[in-house]
T-cell receptor, first 114, second 115 residues
Framework: DTGVSQNPRHKITKRGQNVTFRCDPISEHNRLYWYRQTLGQGPEFLTYFQNEAQLEKSRLLSDRFSAERPKGSFSTLEIQRTEQGDSAMYLC????????????FGQGTRLTVV | DQQVKQNSPSLSVQEGRISILNCDYTNSMFDYFLWYKKYPAEGPTFLISISSIKDKNEDGRFTVFLNKSAKHLSLHIVPSQPGDSAVYFCAARSSSGGSNYKLTFGKGTLLTVNP
């Protein structure tokens, strides 16, 4: 399978716990993105990597959130001290570094904070 | 501040008829537009795109029309099939500035195609 892979698909955690999600992009894609989707909304941009460099972070990404992409391959998104408002679908996408090219999304990680 | 608006939360059509999904945008810097389809519990799947230098792009049963002066685009699906039932997201991007990778999405339109 050469698509974007995300793990886990579902995560239920207690408020205050830390969680980490993983994204494996399409192998030749040097751009990687994290988006968040809440109920009734479209995906909202969180952060962007070009290779291993994190080039932009949305103001939606509070200091409890951290993302990494070591060696420009897979990426992790960690949320510390989770809050109920963090419950959402976390989507990872990747693309080539060209204009007018689409981003391919993974299946997402559904986070529920109880 | 919704820069990409899909004002119809839902649309229901009969199988074989045309489905028309609409999208409006407010940011005049947007110059590339995409439609994604999303099934429940899955990530969005790219469907079709259009650059602002064009006013129409067609791919099989799917056609996207862009009216730049009205800041409006639409997705036409003809003929509609039950398997097209999904949430459709309109997304836009600006190629200028430092954020030419960032997609701004609408809230989506739930399309139901009835057999």
């Amino acid at each position: 399978d050469t698509g974007v892979s995300q793990n886990p698909r579902h995560k239920i955690t207690k408020r205050g716990q830390n969680v980490t999600f993983r994204c494996d992009p399409i192998s030749e894609h040097n751009r990687l993105y994290w988006y968040r989707q809440t109920l009734g909304q479209g995906p909202e941009f969180l952060t962007y990597f070009q290779n291993e460099a994190q080039l932009e972070k949305s103001r939606l990404l509070s200091d409890r959130f951290s993302a990494e992409r070591p060696k420009g391959s897979f990426s992790t998104l960690e949320i510390q001290r989770t809050e109920q408002g963090d419950s959402a679908m976390y989507l990872c996408a990747s693309s080539l570094r060209h204009l007018n090219t689409e981003a391919f999304f993974g299946q997402g990680t559904r986070l529920t904070v109880v | 501040d919704q820069q990409v608006k899909q004002n119809s939360p839902s649309l229901s059509v009969q199988e074989g008829r045309i489905s028309i999904l609409n999208c409006d945008y407010t940011n005049s810097m947007f110059d590339y537009f995409l439609w994604y389809k999303k099934y429940p519990a899955e990530g969005p799947t790219f469907l079709i795109s259009i650059s602002s230098i064009k006013d129409k792009n067609e791919d099989g049963r799917f056609t996207v029309f862009l009216n730049k002066s009205a800041k409006h685009l639409s997705l036409h699906i003809v003929p509609s099939q039950p398997g097209d039932s999904a949430v459709y997201f309109c997304a836009a991007r600006s190629s200028s500035g430092g954020s030419n990778y960032k997609l701004t999405f609408g809230k989506g339109t739930l399309l139901t195609v009835n057999p």
